[in-house]
């Protein structure tokens, strides 16, 4: 059973800067390509970045571009969503997702998800 972990969500002020990382267990990431979504209260899920197995292919939401960077580093089978200039608008719980091969920003895309971790950005 493929398996994701996030961390790296917490509390940070406006302007301030997070680094979520979401990491594999039981399998390789290597041919996964991963997405990353939030849900915020009352809201629906929705996509933030995806990146494709190798990473050649990327994809982030409008409202992220240029905020948010999304990276990979197979050999520690993790992947990365660094968020920079936060608002309070990205105040979330974030989760990774993870189909074969291909970026996706859809979540009906996606099989396997993790629990999640919260993202809140308040003064």
């Known amino acids: 059973q493929l398996q994701l972990v996030e961390s790296g969500g917490g509390l940070v002020q406006p302007g301030g800067s997070l680094r979520l990382s979401c990491t594999a267990s039981g399998f390789t990431l290597d041919h996964y390509g991963i997405g990353w979504f939030r849900q915020a209260p009352g809201k629906e899920r929705e996509g933030v970045s995806c990146?494709?197995?190798?990473?050649?292919?990327?994809n982030y939401a409008g409202s992220v571009k240029g905020r948010f960077t999304i990276s990979r580093d197979n050999a520690k089978n993790t992947v990365y969503l660094q968020m920079n200039s936060l608002k309070p608008e990205d105040t979330a719980i974030y989760y990774c997702?993870?189909?074969?091969?291909?970026?996706?920003?859809?979540?009906?895309?996606?099989?396997?998800w993790g629990q999640g971790t919260q993202v809140t950005v308040s003064s």
């Open positions: 990146i494709s197995a190798g990473g050649g292919s990327t």
């Open positions: 997702a993870a189909r074969y091969v291909y970026c996706s920003m859809d979540a009906p895309d996606f099989g396997s």
